[in-house]
Structure formats: structure tokens, C-alpha cells
Nanobody, 123 residues
Framework: QVHLAESGGGLVQAGGSLRLSCTAS????????MSWFRQAPGKEREFVAS????????WYADSAKGRFTISRDNAKNAVYLQMNSLKPEDTAVYYC????????????????WGQGTQVTVSS
């Protein structure tokens, strides 16, 4: 079991960048596939990006492709989401999630979730 904590959210103008971080409390972090989801006001939580345990593979939602980059550092028990060219529609609470089972990574079938960090993009 890992406990996750996100940071790095904030207010940014459209076209700007933010880097979100998610740190895990347990040294078994490398056993987990890590993903980022987001939830905009009045909408369901949606998949953003995912990275395999050894960083050999990444997946992105269409909305994130070409603008967002997911990465991880297992030595630091951390996963990151670099977000560039931000748009007002990227405004949401961003969550990191961890899973050590084979699942459909785009669904919410994850073992652990962080509390979320707010990202607000002004026009």
C-alpha cells in the first residue's frame, strides 16, 4: 500500500506551464503503475496519462498528447506531470493514482489515490 501526495498545482495563464508532482510514502513505489487523472467542476474524473513501473511505456489521453509529459523517478518515489501550452479547459483537480494489478488504465480501478491538487488556467 502506498500513500500519495500531490503538489505543484496553482493558477497559470493560458499558454503557460506547470509541473505536478506526486510523492509516495512507501519504498514499494516501483511496484506500481502510476497515472494522472483530473476532474473538472461538474464533470466526471477522467484519465490523463499513465506510466509503467520502469518508465518503459507511457500512455496519454488525446487531450494531453503533445502538451503533457508523464515521468517518474523510482529512487525518489515520485511521479511527475509536466503540462505545457495549458488551456482554460485544463482547469481541474489533478489526482495521481497507483495500481499494481493489470487493469484498464483509463478507468478508475486503481488501488490508491492522492487527495488532488487544483490547477486553474485563466484565459
Amino acid at each position: 500500500q502506498v500513500h500519495l501526495a500531490e503538489s505543484g498545482g496553482g493558477l497559470v495563464q493560458a499558454g503557460g506551464s506547470l509541473r505536478l508532482s506526486c510523492t509516495a510514502s512507501e519504498n514499494t513505489f516501483s511496484d506500481y503503475r502510476m497515472s494522472w487523472f483530473r476532474q473538472a467542476p461538474g464533470k466526471e474524473r477522467e484519465f490523463v496519462a499513465s506510466i509503467s513501473r520502469s518508465s518503459t511505456a507511457t500512455w496519454y489521453a488525446d487531450s494531453a498528447k503533445g502538451r503533457f509529459t508523464i515521468s517518474r523517478d523510482n529512487a525518489k518515489n515520485a511521479v511527475y506531470l509536466q503540462m505545457n501550452s495549458l488551456k482554460p479547459e485544463d482547469t481541474a483537480v489533478y489526482y495521481c493514482a497507483a495500481v499494481n494489478r493489470i487493469v484498464d488504465i483509463t478507468t478508475e480501478d486503481y488501488d490508491e489515490w492522492g487527495q488532488g491538487t487544483q490547477v486553474t488556467v485563466s484565459s
